[in-house]
């Protein structure tokens, strides 16, 4: 059964220490997705990498935040230093380039107090 | 920039009725997408629509890919109550925006048996 897994699924951390998440994309996928929910602005895409290359990461604050893929099974996503605002629900997803389908990880859950 | 209007925002039905949610845009589309998110956990892909006037059923689901290319519609058939969920439109634009979805502001379904 192929799924995005993503660790930890829960971090609660305080204000100005080092955050990593972790995604293993769908083994043959060759796009990632890194996103972030919250209530008032819903999913934003944070970064996007085709091929492990860095594609898009407009949508990233890029003084603290860095998205990098090591290799095909891995990406991370960190946060360095975290700010309270920084909490929220942040989602991996993969998928192939030319389907458009993106199939999402269960969530890592970030508490900043 | 692109925006998906999602209709309604929320729904209470009975056990048994059909259901219908539908987003649109003012822009033009080349993939739209329905996901459903159960609480606590990540969006899982329900339909994928690639060609402007398909339509595609899932069991009790069932979605179109507007003739226009901007718009979608979801219909689910006889709600059952793990039908409760938020449900997500989302749609890929061709071009250099090529792999970065919209997505809709969600309707929360409530099933009531």
């Known amino acids: 059964d192929a799924r995005v897994t993503q660790t930890p699924r829960h971090k609660v951390t305080e204000m100005g220490q080092e955050v990593t998440m972790r995604c293993q994309p769908i083994?043959?996928?060759?796009?990632v997705f890194w996103y972030r929910q919250t209530m008032m602005q819903g999913l934003e895409l944070l970064a996007y990498?085709?091929?492990?290359?860095?594609?898009?990461d407009s949508g990233m604050p890029k003084d603290r935040f860095s998205a990098e893929m090591p290799d095909a099974t891995l990406a991370t996503l960190k946060i360095q230093p975290s700010e309270p605002r920084d909490s929220a629900v942040y989602f991996c997803?993969?998928?192939?380039?030319?389907?458009?389908?993106?199939?999402f990880g269960p969530g890592t859950r970030l508490t900043v107090l | 920039g692109q925006q998906l209007n999602q209709s309604p925002q929320s729904m209470f039905i009975q056990e048994g009725e059909d259901v219908s949610m539908n987003c649109t845009s003012s822009s033009i589309f080349n993939t739209w997408l329905w996901y459903k998110q159960d609480p606590g956990e990540g969006p899982v892909l329900l339909i994928a629509?690639?060609?402007?006037?398909e339509l595609t059923s899932n069991g009790r689901l069932t979605a179109q890919f507007g003739i226009t290319r901007k718009d979608s519609f979801l219909n689910i058939s006889a709600s059952i109550p793990s039908d409760v969920g938020i449900y997500f439109c989302a749609a890929l634009a061709g071009g250099t925006s090529y792999g970065k979805l919209t997505f809709g502001q969600g309707t929360i379904l409530t099933v009531h048996p």
């Open positions: 990498f085709r091929n492990r290359a860095p594609l898009d």
């Open positions: 629509l690639y060609k402007a006037g």
């Open positions: 083994l043959g996928h060759n796009t």
């Open positions: 997803a993969s998928g192939l380039v030319g389907s458009g389908a993106q199939f």
